[in-house]
């Protein structure tokens, strides 16, 4: 008897604030390996945002909420109040998202100062009452997930948060294994979420510090899962959700990703970032991407610190000129997915 093929372990793109937006998000879909995406936060106040302003942030929402190269986005709401996060969410719904998260996670100080991120950790409560709030307000089609973190000085309610977030409606929980105090700090404490998916009856996705294949393989082992999310690592490394394909034994995977199909890419962003940012703007964009990239690959220290004193467009433009010398780079368009992208929004796995 013929044994059912094993589905593969979901990997998810994170959501950066000041980094992964749906530019790079273009960029590293088109590479291939990730399931899905989410948006960095929309920060929701007291009004309720209009369209542009989703648009603004999660441009996908025009093109069926998912990427050139067909990779969902799941745009993502911060925010403290019950009511105007469950409004807004009920106007994001109207655009046919792939799906809402909800952040709990972020550690930034002026997010925090006013009550939302992962601040909120501190309030089971009320974490219980925005999920229940936003579940509630969006039609039962589409996916409400959220994003925790650890605790916000330690890890003591992270179960109870956890709980809190699952009861209410969430269908999805994805744990970064830090605090907030912890910041960006490694390690990561991946032993801590075993604990976290013996609570609850949802799938929990494992994200914080995994830079490589053996990180990714260890934060499975001690976290007890399979899904992963990637942050900097990917960033850092466009090929590794690929590399941890490879390494499971997932068939079809492509050859590793080397610096000439990432220097494309980079290439490639140069032309995007040029359509959508101002001058000095965009050569930061780039140097950050660069910056990053010099963690995985030395012709990337190299570009970057040709790069680094740079701070007009122009010096770019003639810069990128020679690096690209024999290469035909042209404004990147929509391009088949390697392997089928699958539907994530229902997984069995736990």
């Given at each position: 008897m013929t044994q059912p093929t094993p589905?593969?372990?979901?990997i998810l793109l994170a959501p950066?604030?000041?980094l992964l937006d749906f530019l790079l998000r273009d960029m590293l879909t088109r590479v291939g390996g990730i399931d899905r995406c989410v948006s960095e936060f929309i920060r929701v106040s007291d009004t309720v945002l209009p369209d542009r302003v989703f648009h603004r942030y999660v441009p996908e929402l025009r093109n069926g909420s998912r990427t050139p190269a067909g990779v969902p986005v799941r745009p993502q709401l911060l925010g403290s109040d019950p009511a105007c996060m469950a409004?807004?969410?009920?106007?994001?719904?109207r655009l046919a998202p792939a799906g809402i998260d909800l952040n709990f996670g972020c550690p930034a100080a002026i997010v925090n100062r006013h009550g939302g991120g992962a601040a909120l950790?501190?309030?089971p409560e009320l974490l219980h009452a925005i999920v229940a709030a936003v579940r509630m307000a969006v039609p039962a089609h589409i996916p409400v997930s959220a994003k925790m973190r650890l605790g916000v000085r330690d890890g003591n309610g992270a179960v109870e948060c956890a709980v809190a977030l699952a009861e209410a409606g969430a269908c999805e929980l994805v744990v970064h294994a830090r605090t907030k105090?912890?910041?960006y700090r490694?390690?990561?404490y991946w032993e801590r979420i075993p604990a976290i998916r013996a609570a609850v009856a949802i799938p929990v996705v494992a994200n914080g510090e995994i830079w490589t294949v053996e990180d990714a393989l260890r934060c499975r082992e001690r976290s007890g899962g399979t899904a992963l999310m990637l942050g900097r690592g990917i960033v850092a490394d466009p090929g590794l959700a690929w590399a941890i394909r490879a390494a499971d034994g997932e068939p079809g995977t492509?050859?590793?990703v080397g610096?000439?199909?990432?220097r494309l890419q980079v290439a490639a962003f140069w032309i995007r970032i040029s359509t959508c940012f101002p001058g000095r703007q965009r050569v930061g964009r780039l140097k950050q991407w660069l910056n990053l990239l010099r963690r995985r690959f030395p012709e990337a220290e190299t570009a970057f610190q040709t790069v680094r004193t740079m701070t007009e467009p122009e010096q770019v433009d003639a810069w990128m000129a020679g690096l690209q010398a024999g290469d035909a780079v042209a404004a990147p368009a929509p391009v088949p997915v390697p392997v089928p992208v699958r539907d994530t929004s229902t997984w069995s796995i736990r």
């Open positions: 589905t593969p372990a979901p950066m604030e000041g409004a807004n969410a009920a106007a994001l719904a950790l501190d309030t105090t912890d910041g490694p390690p990561a492509p050859p590793p610096w000439p199909r990432v």
